[in-house]
């Protein structure tokens, strides 16, 4: 094996990993917004990843501050935006600080996940 032909192959091996890599399903943004606030109750959570999810193995969980869950609907994906997961929320929440803990698994079938918080109101 000459060297350059070593190089090309390791190189072809780091191209390959690497495109694995950004395969995953990353949180770019979500509805309530990451950190942000809203005026009033959604009726959705809203989660756009990097990649197309699967809804079946992909969630959220939604929790106040003072710790109640919230329940929520089944999660979908957006007919028109396979990379956004679609999760409805059960109730009216209350003016305040909320936890979104969200999992998914993407259309390579790798997992992913992690959580932000909003708030309702001012
Ligand atoms: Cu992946």
Redesign the pocket.
Known sequence: MTSSFRIGLMAAAFALASQ?AQ??ALLESASPPVGGSVANSPSQIRLTFSEDVVPQFSGAQLAAEAGAAIPLGRPSVDPADRKTLVVPIGRELAAGRYKVSWRAV?V?T?RTEGSFSFTVGR
């Open positions: 694995s395969a995953h993407s390579d790798h």
